[in-house]
């Protein structure tokens, strides 16, 4: 069973365009994270949520919309989509509480923009 | 401030041991990581260590933590083409467990 998955796995869109991508956790964990990784790996968090609240949004334009409609999914909804917005783009959930202490990642959605 | 560093090529000669060096610039640091990304993978965890130890040792790899001079650094003995990959030094800050800022990578190659 896979613990944190992403879909698409590949997206190619064009400037302008609208598109999501989707998370989901199975390991009941409460927090959940994207993160934007460039072409050259530097990897940046964006967002993350605990229980379907927001509790880190790091600077990003807001053309990024992420949403949570359970705590097993965070969705990243992108607007107006632009060269620059071409990254792999990774979830990543934890289980916050205790002495946790590892963030478990998706497999990353390559993203695309021409 | 956060921030994380690492230099970003490494290439060793197979069989031969590899040390992976980071600095950071937290003092209040938790725990401080090892990630490890595969080409085309997400980052995997490959050991970590709490900020009031100064070594680890897991099976082919070590970590050692200087806390005066924030120095963290990953020792892989034996290192096997499989271990080519761009390892991620990450720090979490004490103000949240929960958020983790990642250094830039060093991304490790093998000679045969």
């Known amino acids: 069973d896979t613990a944190v998955s992403q879909t698409p796995k590949y997206l190619v869109t064009q400037m302008g365009n609208d598109k999501s991508i989707k998370c989901e956790q199975n390991?009941?964990?409460?927090?959940m994270y994207w993160y934007k990784q460039d072409s050259k790996k530097f990897l940046k968090i964006m967002f993350s949520?605990?229980?379907?609240?927001?509790?880190i949004n790091e600077t990003v334009p807001n053309r990024f919309s992420p949403k949570s409609p359970d705590k097993a999914h965070l969705n990243l909804h992108i607007n107006s989509l632009e060269l620059g917005d071409s990254a792999v783009y990774f979830c990543?959930?934890?289980?916050?509480?205790?002495?946790?202490?590892?963030?478990?990642f998706g497999p990353g959605t390559r993203l695309t923009v021409t | 401030g956060e921030d994380v560093e690492q230099s970003l090529f490494l290439s060793v000669r197979e069989g031969d041991s590899s040390v992976i060096n980071c600095t950071y610039t937290?003092?209040?640091?938790?725990?401080l990581y090892w990630y490890k990304q595969e080409p085309g993978a997400g980052l995997q965890l490959l050991t970590y260590?709490?900020?009031?130890?100064d070594m680890k040792q897991d099976q082919r790899l070590t970590v050692l933590l200087n806390k005066k001079d924030k120095h963290l650094s990953l020792r892989i003995a034996d290192t096997q083409t499989g271990d080519s990959a761009i390892y991620f030094c990450?720090?979490?800050?004490?103000?949240?467990?929960?958020?983790?800022?990642f250094g830039s990578g060093t991304r490790l190659s093998i000679r045969p």
């Open positions: 390991l009941g964990h409460d927090t």
């Open positions: 990543a959930s934890f289980p916050s509480g205790g002495n946790s202490y590892e963030q478990y």
């Open positions: 949520y605990n229980n379907k609240e927001l509790i």
């Open positions: 260590i709490f900020s009031n130890m």
């Open positions: 990450a720090e979490s800050p004490y103000s949240s467990a929960s958020k983790i800022i």
């Open positions: 937290d003092s209040s640091s938790t725990y």
